[in-house]
């Protein structure tokens, strides 16, 4: 508590900063990031596996620790000036608006509430994700009708909560829900048999099934989906810059993506780029770095170090994870996905 | 000279009534600037301060409540319901602990090696370990108990299962439960109150509670129901009588294990402070060593036990907001929630300290009175 209080009062203390800066100029929050010479992004108390997770090494892993690893690369030229801030989810939005992190990448729903009355903006959706509920098998339920006087347990102070929340009561699904601080908590009371089923994200409830259980066929993941979360990055009010950055950051792995154009052979297609689009998003034709306030190779080094979305989610959550969670959804539009980009001219 | 006196002692109080003033301005102007620049802040920050949330739907749930409770329920119905939860998890636990307390820091004064070695173990085993750490234990392990199809059951009225512990109860609603609850503690700080000897007092509380419960059975039982509730299975849970989730459970024994272990310890230094003299102008009356305990030794210690025993019992209600490591809704786990879904930082953290505030500055008002009743007239 005295924590949070501490945080406001130096949110408090820190004068407001002037927005509105030269076309070229970078913006104020990238300007601090530069001028730290870090870019401090969101992690987790534990793991968020897929997304946010801590591997044997000690090392950050995950979906949206390679995507703050692609903005440290764009603004900073290096992926290791990423330093990770572990916050808990009742921590996030208290530590971007003390100034504590730079931006939430942290699968953060983007909600009209937040978005409004938080004080914050969002980046375009990165990732889609729906809310679910695994159930145990031996329960003999597959769909959440069947949950009613059930034990629903959710992660608290999430969107699951409410959005669980919403669909039980409005379905007249009678039940008691036990919200927990801690995933790693939640998980056990679930796999002890404290609750019946557990409200969680479609991907999340896919990994804990494949990882964490040592049976997969004793768990059922029930059929309904109770919503479509978009999931993008957060960032602090004032700073439309600075979200023009991000926006394009992930417009430009998804339309890499898109191009063709991998880790692998982007230093090949820089050199000779097929297309003038490839030209621009590559920087070898100008445009693309100055507009933001930075180098015109920024996306040709961040596809260089992390890769395109593609890969990125094939080795966070894909196939070349433990995870093999399918695309889905998070496909690109042309492969019956919903990722699309803005055009990058 | 008398004079002089007299102006240098008008000079030092005005100047002490300075002093007193500059300070008193001084933090004012603190709280006001801090205020103020909070203010600047939040606005420039674009968020919505107020109140204006507390009349708005919550969309979410938890696990535990003595009233009825739904996902439609405002902030101020969800806070309510944290504030009693946190309420009655406390009274349970003072009262709980404070008996086991005294039982066992009875023991480790007595010359029974045996017993006192046990007790002594008690004590150091609960003492030592953080409480947080006890109490994961104690949800880890209540949580491997079977499902509720295959609960521990006693007779088939009580039922034990990793849900929690039902009991039979009487047919009444939480509502009236709650508010027998609050009429038999306020009986108890009345009684307390007027001048009568204990045993009376004990008696008209008990009687008056007694005669209380039973009018309201009379009053709200429907016709052709039984006044007892009990428990039985359906579908995936149980229905009917006093379900206490396991989160409760596990919270009871983890902060009654751990403050009554801390209550021994008060209980055993006043029993230890009772003069020596007085015990054996007892056995040279011929009194029984059950009679010296119960007219000699606990009223004199009780006077050296009631402060200390005071701070027990207010650290015991701001223990209960560890409910928050194991999914207990209590306040600190409601409001922490709200926190997150509605972001009203400043204001969920004031509505916090001041229930918070208001609790243990009742209690502390409580132990005064108890320890006023408890002094000895002549000193």
Not at chain 1, 11 to 29: F, N
Not at chain 1, 38 to 61: A, I, P, Q
Not at chain 2, 73 to 87: A, C, E, H, K, S
Not at chain 2, 216 to 234: D, M, R, T
Request: hydrophobic share 50%; glycine share 8%; proline share 3%.
């Amino acid at each position: 508590m005295l924590k949070t209080i501490g945080k406001f009062a130096v949110a408090a203390l820190a004068a407001s900063v002037p927005v509105l800066a030269g076309a070229a100029d970078p913006s104020p929050t990238t300007q601090k990031i530069i001028d730290r010479g870090t870019l401090l992004c969101t992690g987790h108390n534990g793991s968020f596996f897929g997304f946010v997770e801590v591997n044997d090494r000690n090392e950050w892993k995950g979906l949206d620790i390679d995507m703050c690893r692609g903005l440290a690369t764009a603004i900073l030229g290096d992926p290791d000036k990423a330093q990770i801030v572990p916050l808990s989810w009742a921590q996030r939005f208290p530590a971007l608006q003390s100034g504590d992190v730079d931006l939430i990448i942290k699968a953060t729903t983007w909600t009209m509430g937040r978005d409004t009355e938080l004080g914050l903006q969002f980046s375009i959706p990165y990732f889609l994700g729906a809310a679910q509920f695994m159930a145990h098998a031996d329960l003999g339920v597959t769909e959440a009708a069947e949950l009613d006087g059930g034990t629903i347990c959710v992660e608290a102070g999430t969107t699951i909560e409410r959005i669980a929340g919403d669909f039980l009561s409005s379905n007249n699904i009678e039940h008691t829900m036990v919200s927990y601080e801690k995933g790693a908590e939640l998980r056990a009371a679930y796999l002890a048999k404290r609750c019946d089923a557990f409200a969680g994200w479609g991907p999340n409830l896919a990994v804990i099934r494949a990882t964490e259980v040592d049976d997969s066929e004793a768990h059922v993941i029930l059929s309904d989906q109770l919503s479509t979360d978009p999931i993008s990055a957060a960032m602090r009010q004032g700073d439309e810059e600075f979200v023009d950055l991000v926006n394009y950051l992930i417009a430009a792995l998804i339309k890499a993506e898109e191009l063709g154009i991998t880790s692998e052979n982007v230093d090949e297609i820089a050199a000779n780029p097929p297309s003038t689009t490839v030209a621009r998003l590559l920087g070898a034709d100008p445009g693309i770095g100055e507009r933001l306030g930075l180098r015109d190779s920024w996306a040709r080094e961040v596809i260089a170090e992390i890769g395109n979305f593609g890969q990125m989610y094939d080795r966070n959550l894909g196939k070349d994870s433990p995870y093999k969670l399918d695309r889905g959804l998070n496909a690109l539009w042309k492969d019956g996905g919903v990722l699309y980009t803005p055009i990058i001219d | 000279m008398a004079a002089a006196t007299a102006q240098s002692r008008k000079t030092a109080q005005v100047r002490r009534l300075l002093i007193q003033a500059v300070i008193v301005i001084a933090i004012m102007v603190i709280i006001w600037s801090t205020y103020t620049t909070a203010q600047t802040n939040l606005n420039a920050l674009g968020i919505t301060g107020g109140y204006a949330f507390l009349e708005r739907a919550t969309g979410w749930s938890y696990s535990f409540s003595l009233l009825p409770r739904s996902v439609d329920d405002t902030y101020l119905r969800t806070l309510t319901i944290g504030f009693i939860n946190t309420l009655f998890l406390g009274s349970l636990c003072i009262v709980l602990s404070t008996v086991l307390g005294f039982v066992i820091g009875s023991i480790r004064d007595t010359s029974n090696l045996a017993l006192q070695t046990i007790a002594s173990a008690y004590v150091q085993l609960f003492r030592n370990l953080p409480l947080i750490l006890q109490l994961v234990f104690w949800y880890a392990v209540f949580i491997h108990l079977p499902g509720p199809r295959q609960a521990h059951t006693l007779g088939d009225i009580a039922f034990f299962s990793n849900r929690g512990l039902m009991l039979p109860a009487l047919n009444l609603s939480g509502e009236i439960a709650l508010i027998l609850l609050l009429g038999s503690i306020l009986l108890g700080v009345i009684v307390l109150l007027v001048r009568i000897s204990v045993a009376r007092a004990l008696v008209i509380w008990a009687s008056g509670t007694a005669i209380a419960i039973a009018v309201c059975l009379l009053i709200f039982v429907p016709q052709g129901e039984s006044i007892v509730s009990v428990p039985a299975l359906k579908g995936l849970r149980f229905l009917g009588g006093m379900q206490m989730t396991i989160e409760l459970v596990a919270m009871i024994v983890a902060i009654v294990l751990y403050s009554s272990a801390y209550i021994a310890e008060v209980v055993r230094g006043g029993l230890a402070e009772v003069p020596k003299g007085l015990i054996e102008a007892g056995q040279a009356l011929g009194l029984s060593g059950r009679t010296i305990w119960s007219r000699i030794k606990l009223p004199m210690a009780l006077r050296s036990i009631v402060p200390p025993l005071g701070n027990q019992w207010i650290f015991v209600m701001k223990a209960t907001t560890i409910g928050v490591a194991i999914g207990f809704s209590d306040l600190f786990m409601i409001v922490s929630t709200s926190l997150t879904q509605t972001g009203q930082t400043l204001e969920l953290i004031a509505i916090l300290m001041g229930c918070f505030l208001l609790i243990n500055f009742a209690l502390a008002q409580l132990v005064d009175l108890i320890n006023r009743r408890m002094q000895l007239k002549a000193h």
